[in-house]
């Protein structure tokens, strides 16, 4: 899985216009969401196939500024606390978080500094 990062512009339809590009090219958006950073709006969505996303997108000339391998965990939503214990024990680990969000399958999606750490910092919510 791959997290994708789209600065899609501020004008109206440009987020249309990821979506409808994303669909003439049959790629499908697994998770993710539109942020604004710096009064402008950043998305962050998650692809199966990053590549095929990049390369849809680019060909429309919709500025992709990121593809990254991403780390996908399934906290226990029964529980509370659960995102700052997995939060913690990245921070434990010396791993900094990049980006963080819930896909489509309910899994918390995280891309971080260091995968190879935060992997292993995290394998108590790998299931």
């Not at 196939?49 to 939503?77: F, N, Y």
């Amino acid at each position: 899985m791959y997290d994708v990062t789209v600065e899609p512009g501020d004008g109206r339809g440009a987020l249309a216009s990821v979506g409808e590009t994303l669909g003439a090219a049959g790629v499908s958006v697994e998770g993710g969401g539109v942020f604004t950073v710096g009064g402008r709006p950043v998305a962050h969505f998650l692809f199966r196939d990053g590549e095929a996303a990049c390369s849809a997108l680019r060909a429309a000339g919709i500025p992709v500024t990121g593809c990254r391998k991403v780390l996908t965990r399934r906290l226990d939503q029964e529980r509370p606390g659960q995102l700052g214990a997995i939060t913690r024990a990245l921070a434990d680990a010396g791993v900094t978080v990049e980006v963080l969000y819930s896909d489509h399958d309910h899994r918390l999606v995280i891309v971080a500094d260091d995968p190879v750490a935060a992997a292993a910092a995290t394998a108590a919510w790998d299931r």
